[in-house]
Every structure is written in structure tokens, then in C-alpha cells.
């Protein structure tokens, strides 16, 4: 047994609404293993993206330990936790979330500006990068002269790019239609199977789920 | 580091906020620099007049030569002083009589003043620099006049060959123009020492006293005129006299320019303020990725920064350029220590430039700064809502 990459004990998140706490996360716990693929479902507003973020780095935990790539998050300051994201996370959005003043390889080069790479080095990267997602000719290309499913592709190149430890996708194919998804799924796999790269994926489509060797479902704060 | 082409692009991307901007930030600069121009243009033209040998008598407590008031009898005992060395070449002094005449401006209504500097056989002579450029040199003791560059035309009667009424029933002819490398005799008439004398009422006396006197020995040679009791006179080095007859003219319009400056250029910081605003809260989830991605806050805080401060800078050089551009106009305006006319140009020097540019930087970093540390303080989660 692979040891586990993602460790989160008696997590707890409350938000603050007005003078109502909501709990989001209420005392759970989630161990993923190095390499899996896991599909995380559960009606909306169950908390599917706030255990994503807390997992990324992007939020602390009310409450519970959370140790993701042997780094400790809960004691991380908001410095520590960007460098930590930088090193060890790549992000996959539902909306792509690419830079539009940005080519795609501008795009996807971004990560390494945080590394001491060199510039040839970077371009390099990216272009492998791209290469893997299968866009290497449009690289000069902007966002909005490319296909929602092929911005998708970019995004993923600037995810893996940084050859991260985890990547998180939030509802990675949700503004995709069904054949574009497709893609997107087939890539993800790939990634998984021939790169070994360990994948959390946020998802309400079961159709998505299926591709993942793991489900869990989320809800009312506890993982079933 | 975020790429310095990325905010570049950006400002592409909204190119007409950029450009109206930019341009309201280059308003403040041209103002700024041009006003410093224009005063620096001022000390410049009055230095231009001073020799580092000559010095100027005057009557004690006179301010400037208009108020000078000296006997016929003191002019020997100053240029014979004892401390006074003979010069190498030419005179050893002169003395000339300033009055101020009102005459009928050309192409605008009204009258206004001009200097008349009554002058004697050695006044050319000693200011070896001034050359005759049109005409020939006035004859002594008789009614001819010639006039600086700066004013030729100027007024009516004021070019070769014309005539003009020195005072009622006084016409004199101009005969010669002259230039002196742009100072202030070029916005004077010379006229005949005695004539100026008889028109004006002013027989026996001159306003001025010009000796030639080598640095070394110019403390020699105040000391003893100003410890001569019955003399009552001042003695001050050129450069310094016509210091004292700018400084007021130029500190004002530096003063009254750099006020007007600071004036606009909170209404251009505003300007600034709300297009980097604007700018920060169209690309919220922009700079969320960016913080996802693992750039810090102060990597987003430095390129918003650096944002407003390429636009800054673009209206700085549009504003320093244009300002530039006014070195070509030749500036009329009445000079406060003699109310007289006098022509003044733009003079731009290299620190002028770099301030201008360093005022619009300083705009753009205040303007920048509230903008960029909202944008600093945007949430990485913000990148993962939609
Ligand atoms: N920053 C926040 N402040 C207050 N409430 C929040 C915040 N983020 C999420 N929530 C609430 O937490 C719950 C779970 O949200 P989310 O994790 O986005 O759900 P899901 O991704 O499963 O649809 C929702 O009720 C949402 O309104
Ligand atoms: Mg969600």
C-alpha cells in the first residue's frame, strides 16, 4: 500500500454567515494514497470545493489536522501556504481560469516563474507541457483564439507543468460539452496511468466519476 | 515575478482608459516642466548679460539700475578709484542712464514699457559680445537709436530703418539692430547718453556705473568704493546684480507653476486611482489564480504597482515631449524688477526633464497604491468561484 499523500483528521470548517455559523465540514476525515485518481461528489453546496481548497492549500481548517505532501497546513502562514501550493499543487478550474492578456504558453510558463529556472528552460517546459495536452502548434495563441476544451487543455499544461504532487480540479468539465469533456477525461487519465500523478477531482457528473478509480460522496459535512 | 509584459498588455487591452489617462497625467507634466522652463528661461536670459569681470555701481539701497541715481561728479572717483586696475583692452568703465518709455505694442492693443539705456561712446566697446546684426552702430550726439533683437518689431516704430517718439517732439531714427546671445539688452533701446538726458529732464546724472574688474580684485575694489562715505554707493559683481533682478520673476512663475502642477495633478492621481480600481476589480479572479498559482501578495502588490506607474510614465513622456516643443516659442512678458518688456525663451535643462518624469512616477505610485493593495489583498479562493 502506497502512503498516503492527503491526510485530513476530524476536519472541521464553519463559515460565518451574518451572525450564523454554517458548518461546512463537520469533523471529517479523508486519507488519499499516492497515485489514485478520486472522484469527489455530493449535491450542491455540500462543501465539495471548500474541502478542495482546504486540501490545495487555499484555506485553513477550523479545525482538524491536515497534512497534504507531509506539510503540515494548519500551522502554515499565508506565505508558506503560496509556496507550499506553488511546489506542491496544480490547479485545474472549472472556468479555466487562463490569463487572457497571456499566449498559451505565456500561460503556461507562469508556474515556473516562481522557480530559478531559466528562461529557455521555462519555454522548454511548457512546451513539453503543452506537448502532453497536445497543443504545442497553438502556443502562440491567446485564450480567446482558442475552444473552451482546448483553453481546458492549456489550463492543464500550466497545472502539470510545475510537475506538482497533487492536482486539484474543481469541476474540471462543467462548461465543457459532452465530447470536449470527453477529451479533458481521457487527459486526466492519462495523466494518472502513464505520468502517475495522484488527481483530486470535484465533480457532479456521474459520467466524470466514472473515470476515477475511487467516488466519495460528500455530504452534510461527512464523507459517506 | 508577473511579467512586466503582462501589465504592459493589459494597458493595451483598455487602450482608451490608457490614453485618457496618460493624457491627463501629461497635462501635469507639461505644466510642470514648461513653468520650470519659462523661469529657468528667465534666470538664464538675465545671466546672459553678466560678465565674471565687470562690476555694478549703484546708488546705495538701489535694487536695480531703474532706481539709481548717480551725480556726474562721482563717475570719475569710481573709475579712477585706486583699487580700479587698468584693463588690458578697452574702457575701464562706463556709465549710462536707464529710463522706461511706454510705446504702442505691435499686433496687440495698448501701450506697454520698454527699457531705454542712454549710453556713451564706450558702451559697445565694453561689451565686446554685442554685435550690430542689421544697420550700423548708432553716431554719438546724434538722434539715432538702435534696438535689441528681442523687441525689434515689436512696437510701433521699433525696426531698421523706422522712426519713434522717444518722448513728444523727441523722434529718434533706429538705425542698427544688435543681438547678444539671447540676454536681456536684447529686449532694449540704446539711445545717445545726452539725448536720453535732455529728453527725460535728467541732466547730470547717470543710473549706472559698469567697471572692469578681474575677480581677484573685485573685494579690493568694493571695499574701497563702499567705505567712501560721501560716495554712498554699492558695488555688486554683474552675475550677481542680475541674479537679484530674476529672482523674484523666476521664483514667482516656479512657484505660481509648480502650485498649479501639484493643483492638477490630484485630479490625474485620481484619474489614475479609479482606472487601476477599475482595472483590479475586472481581473478579481485574474489575480486570484495568480495567488493560487503560489505568487505572493507582494509579487501582486509590486505589479499592480508597476502598472500604474508604466501608465504614469507614458504621460510623462508625452507630457516632457510636448514641453520640449515649447522651447521653439519665444516668450514676451513684463519683467516685475523694471516693469519693462522683456523676451524670455523655454530653456529646458536635462534636470527639468528627469523631474518631470520622476513627478509623473510619484503620481503614479500614489495613484497606484490603493488599487494595488486591494489587488494584494484579493483571495486565492476567489480564482476557484465562478
Ligand atoms: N467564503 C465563504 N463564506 C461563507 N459561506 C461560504 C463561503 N464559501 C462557501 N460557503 C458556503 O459553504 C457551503 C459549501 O460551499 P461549496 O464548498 O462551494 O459547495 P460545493 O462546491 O459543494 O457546491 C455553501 O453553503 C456556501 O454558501
Ligand atoms: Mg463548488
Known sequence: ?224 | MIPVSYNLRNLTVRKTTTAAVALGLGLVVFVFASVLMLSNGIKKTMGRSASPDVAVVLRKGATAELESVIEEPSINLVLNDKELPLPATGPRGIAELVVVILLDKVGAPGLSNATVRGVADGSLAFRPNIKIIAGRAAQSGSDEVTVGKAIRGRFKGLDLDQTFELKKNRPVKVVGIFEDAGSSYESEVWADLNLVRASFRREGVVSVIRARVEPSKFDGYKASIESNRQLNMQVLKEAEYYDKQSEGTSTFIAAMGIMIAVFFSVGAMLGAMITMHAAVANRQREIGTLRALGFSKASILFSFLIESIMLALLGGVLGAGASLAMGMVNFSMVNFASWSEISFRFEPTPGIIAGGIIFATVMGLFGGLFPAIRASRVSPIDAMRS
Open chain 1, 1 to 224: 500500500m502506497e502512503p498516503s499523500i492527503v491526510e485530513l483528521k476530524g476536519i472541521t470548517k464553519t463559515f460565518q454567515r451574518g451572525k450564523e455559523p454554517i458548518v461546512v465540514l463537520d469533523g471529517l476525515t479523508l486519507e488519499i494514497p499516492t497515485g489514485s485518481f478520486e472522484a469527489l461528489m455530493g449535491p450542491s453546496g455540500s462543501g465539495k470545493s471548500t474541502l478542495l481548497n482546504l486540501i490545495a492549500g487555499l484555506d485553513r481548517p477550523t479545525q482538524g489536522s491536515a497534512v497534504v505532501a507531509g506539510a503540515n497546513l494548519v500551522s502554515m502562514s499565508d506565505g508558506e501556504l503560496a509556496k507550499f501550493r506553488a511546489r506542491h499543487i496544480g490547479f485545474i478550474f472549472q472556468a479555466y481560469n487562463l490569463l487572457p492578456v497571456l499566449t498559451a504558453i505565456e500561460n503556461v510558463e507562469l508556474p515556473l516563474l516562481l522557480t530559478n529556472l531559466s528562461k529557455t528552460e521555462r519555454r522548454e517546459r511548457a512546451q513539453t507541457a503543452l506537448r502532453v495536452v497536445g497543443l504545442e502548434e497553438r502556443m502562440k495563441h491567446y485564450p480567446r483564439q482558442l475552444s473552451g476544451g482546448q483553453e481546458q487543455r492549456v489550463a492543464i499544461a500550466r497545472a502539470i507543468v510545475n510537475d506538482p504532487t497533487i492536482i486539484v480540479a474543481d469541476e474540471p468539465t462543467g462548461d465543457l460539452d459532452r465530447k470536449a469533456a470527453d477529451d479533458i477525461l481521457n487527459l486526466l487519465e492519462r495523466l494518472n496511468k502513464e505520468f502517475k500523478k495522484t488527481i483530486l477531482m470535484v465533480t457532479h457528473d456521474p459520467h466524470a466519476a466514472e473515470r476515477a478509480g475511487v467516488t466519495r460522496k460528500l455530504d452534510k459535512g461527512q464523507l459517506q
